[in-house]
């Protein structure tokens, strides 16, 4: 690998220093100096049981001075960003966006990533989505609908409500299936909405927690000028990663608006919806907690309430939730890391989920996050017994309690 | 060790691409250009050298839309000095002008060693690097994977069809067409891109008249159209056998 030269380059022995600097400036960064090395951190990680260095140990080799072992190490690449570590945290050290984003920064700006990221990066930058497909096709998804989306550019008036769709919601052809239901909730509901359509890029939290803070940054501003064009009351958004992004790294950047995830949005209308909610869905249902709605962003209460209106669903709870949550294994990047992961660990987070699904008897895992269909309809291809579980966004089960 | 690569950008299959009305074009309005796959291999092994052996490595490119952003990625990369050709290039030009156009650009830099893609997927008059070398009266050898260099010679892999490759060297100045480079091109961080952005320059060279002889003047281009040639055979397995059967009597191959 090529060495980059700079002042805070691994193997410079006064890389610890500023590195650990540096972390301090980060949102309660402070916290750091209280780090009790308890180690609970480490215990609650999902990978932390094969990680080389686990958030605590990076933690005591820094103080050590000696991090420039922790940057020869792959392991951070194995961290989903899913905040569990920070969750737990006795002394509430910001672990996700300080200890292991910066460290992922380092790496990235060293030019040290794996491989497998950077396809995902460079389709970011080329064509505002990971995916790589044409910006130009952002809202194909949208066609043919019996409810036209509109598109802002194209309507030019102003909406109630500015729906930021998302990249998987975009383009995952399987997700869009979640998107679709969306337009139909909202058109039930009467809501005068509208998207971006090509003018949107992809909200790049994930990227941003895979260390490519400039690309986050570029792809802000792309959509902040996008948004600053038009008239809207209010955002909401069918990603937790986006809501994420609009809620709390955005305002940053100074691009600053309401917004709600859109569990939020229909559990607040929800006398409107209830009445609408005829079709009996006889399955006993369990809802996981997406990262950046639940622990990231404390929505637990809303997609449950969403689920719980639904006429013949049981909602039952996994072994791990609200709080203490799985990860899918797709956030931080985890999305583009899958083969990287899975070299290093022979399993699967989104299977483990998805035998916790099963171990409860659920018929659905309910899902509120466009990584999660995907990831979960693929582990249950893999998971014994898992055959009959079938995965589907709170959106998609809202429309099949509806009359036609 | 004097690099120079020589590079250009390439419509981006991401888009569908249309034909013009003239019927012998690409539309080019719509058309989004991406740096040709395998120039950027050839940038990549033209960094690697340089980390290997010390050196200087220039970046040659027509100008065409998007290219500044190509250029400065590529002194994010490693590359020391970038050079943009000006002229008629927007409306695409054949590997016969480009050649032309660059040999006097890439014979003023006195390079040791000539890297470019060993082809594009928009060489219609066969790829740049053969024609380059001819013009500088240089050896030439395409689909490189790997190259390493010593004094005034070079040893090149150069892959053979059924994974056969041959070690070969090569004496220098050499025009070589890379396949792949020994490592995948790298990724540099979008900061390193923007920090580029300020610090390095774009140096322009104007390129008077573009020769685009030797080429084949193009009749028209056209997307793929469907033959109705294939029949669908039906009936049963005895059916359709005794009907094969008839067919390849009847074309003679029975």
Known sequence: ?404 | MNIVVLIKLVPDLVEELTIDDSGTDLERDWLRLIINEFDDHALEQGILLKEQSEGQVTVVAPDTEGVDDVLYAAAARGADKLIKLLGEFEQGVNSHALARASASVVQDLQPDLVLTGVQAHNDLDGSVGPLLAEFLGMPYVGYISGVTVGDKKSIARKEYPGGLIAEMEISLPAVLGIQAAEEPPRYVAISKVRQAMKTATIEEQEIIELDSSGGPTISRMFLPEATERATMIEGDEEEVAAKLVEIFQELGLL
Not at chain 1, 48 to 77: N, T
Not at chain 1, 130 to 154: C, D, F, H, Q, Y
Not at chain 1, 254 to 282: C, N, W
Request: charged share 25%.
């Open chain 1, 1 to 404: 690998m090529t060495a980059f030269v700079s002042n805070t380059a691994p193997g410079n022995s006064s890389f610890s220093k500023t590195f650990y600097d540096s972390l301090l400036e980060v949102v309660d960064g402070e916290h750091l100096r209280t780090c009790l090395q308890c180690g609970t951190c480490s215990g609650v990680c999902p990978f932390g049981y094969l990680m080389e260095f686990p958030p605590g140990r990076m933690i005591s080799y820094l103080r050590a001075d000696i991090f420039d072992r922790v940057m020869d190490s792959e392991s951070v690449w194995m961290c989903v960003s899913c905040y569990a570590c920070t969750q737990v945290c006795p002394s509430k050290i910001p672990l996700t966006t300080g200890l292991m984003t910066r460290a992922k920064e380092e790496l990235l700006l060293a030019g040290n990533i794996p491989k497998e990221l950077q396809s995902a990066l460079e389709n970011s930058q080329r064509y505002g989505n990971p995916l790589g497909e044409s910006p130009r096709k952002r809202a194909n998804w949208a066609k043919g609908l019996e409810t036209e989306v509109a598109i802002m550019g194209k309507v030019k008036r102003p909406v109630d409500i500015l729906w930021f769709v998302g990249d998987y919601p975009s383009y995952h052809p399987r997700v869009q299936l979640a998107s679709r239901a969306v337009v139909k909730l909202l058109d039930v509901l009467d809501i005068d909405f509208g998207i971006l359509g090509p003018e949107e890029n992809s909200d790049a939290d994930s990227q941003r927690l895979a260390g490519e803070r400039g690309l986050f940054e570029m792809l802000a501003e792309k959509n902040g000028q996008a948004l600053s064009k038009y008239q809207f009351n209010e955002i909401i958004t069918t990603d937790p990663h986006a809501y994420n992004a609009l809620r709390n790294e955005y305002p940053k950047l100074g691009i600053s608006y309401p917004v709600r995830h859109y569990t939020q949005f229909l559990a607040d209308r929800l006398d409107q919806l209830q009445p609408l909610l005829t079709q009996e869905i006889k399955a006993k249902v369990t809802f996981h907690d997406p990262c950046y709605l639940g622990r990231a962003n404390g929505v637990y209460d809303e997609p449950r309430t969403l689920l719980e209106a639904i006429p013949g669903i049981k909602l039952v709870e996994m072994q791990h939730n609200r709080s203490t949550s799985l990860c899918c294994g797709g956030g931080g990047g985890g999305m583009w890391l899958d083969g990287f992961q899975w070299e290093k660990a022979h399993v699967r987070l989104s299977e483990w989920r998805v035998r916790e699904a099963i171990s409860v008897d659920a018929d659905v895992l309910a899902v509120a996050c466009p990584y999660e269909s995907p990831r979960f309809e693929d582990a249950a291809k893999m998971v014994q017994g898992a055959g009959q579980l079938r995965v589907k966004d709170i959106a998609e089960l809202l429309v099949d309690a509806m009359e036609d």
